[in-house]
């Protein structure tokens, strides 16, 4: 499932192709995602010209020279496929993909100096989405979203303003978007495992009497931004190869350190304890109850 790490990747992966580009024709092979798509939302997109692509939460935001946004979400399988002329030379020529089952959306988007480049959304599962949006402060999708974690309005202080006198579990408060935007489950694991905190400790145990942070939450914001930064960079050194396999960009298999680990020895050094899995709010909670306090 695409979490932040894995949507930055994508948008890494897609810019080259489509930052400047102009869209000729879309082509939506259904009328639905997980929701229906917008009324307007081939004739909004045709004949725009694509500003820099970027990435807010867990979405993709394609900003068009007519000041609207398509927004795109990939739910629990969407990826896309570039099929371009990669082969720089005089005989390069487009050739269209054959149409794969599940791909539900196809950007025919003419690049100044790629030419042809068809960008084909496949999602088997359905759980992705996409919008249009005009301001994101106004978006629903936005309007109640915490800051970035990798943004500059992100901080130990911050999560201390939302804990201080909270009994919520910290798994679960890290998991609310209003708190901080686009961490999922994978990576909030991973985050309180590199900063040894139990994941269903209340969060207001982790501010001070004066509404700072503890040295432990300071902790937890850096293993945030840490946990995050190693995936983007592992989604980044995959990226390079990604032009020979088809043009597919999809989520690569990252070695966790915790998550998906039950039954196997926790690697804290000198932590003689086991990975041991839970169920909180539904989701499984990975983590190990020898070294996380
Ligand atoms: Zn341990």
Do not use: W
């Amino acid at each position: 499932m695409p979490e932040l790490p894995e949507v930055e990747t994508v948008k890494n992966g897609l810019a080259p192709f489509m930052d400047g580009a102009r869209i000729s024709k879309v082509v939506l092979n259904r009328p639905n995602l997980r929701f229906p798509f917008p009324d307007q939302f081939k004739s909004e997109l045709e004949g725009q010209v694509i500003g820099q692509l970027r990435r807010r939460a867990k979405y993709l935001i394609i900003p068009l020279a007519s000041g609207q946004n398509m927004l795109a979400h990939l739910g629990m399988s969407g990826s896309f496929k570039i099929n371009a002329e990669l082969v720089e030379g005089a005989n390069r020529k487009f050739v269209p993909l054959a149409a794969l089952k599940h791909d539900h959306v196809v950007f025919e988007i003419e690049h100044p100096q790629k030419g042809r480049v068809d960008i084909i959304y496949n999602d088997p599962r359905r759980f992705g989405y996409m919008d249009l949006f005009a301001e994101e402060e106004k978006s629903p999708h936005f309007a109640t979203m915490g800051p970035e974690p990798l943004g500059n309005q992100f901080s130990a202080k911050h999560l201390a303003q939302r804990f201080q006198n909270k009994k919520t579990p910290i798994k679960s408060a890290l998991l609310d978007q209003k708190n901080v935007a686009g961490l999922g489950n994978i990576y909030v694991c991973e985050a309180l495992y590199m900063a040894q905190i139990d994941p269903k400790r209340p969060v207001g145990d982790l501010v001070g009497k004066n509404g700072d942070p503890k040295k432990q939450l300071e902790v937890l914001a850096a293993s945030i931004v840490d946990v995050l930064n190693q995936a983007i960079l592992a989604g980044g050194s995959t990226l390079k190869d990604f032009k020979h396999a088809d043009g597919e960009l999809g989520y690569f298999q990252h070695r966790f350190k915790t998550y998906g680990r039950e039954g196997e020895s926790c690697l804290t050094p000198d932590c003689p304890g086991t990975i041991s899995r839970m169920v909180q709010s539904g989701r499984s909670t990975f983590y190990c109850p020898n070294c996380q306090h």
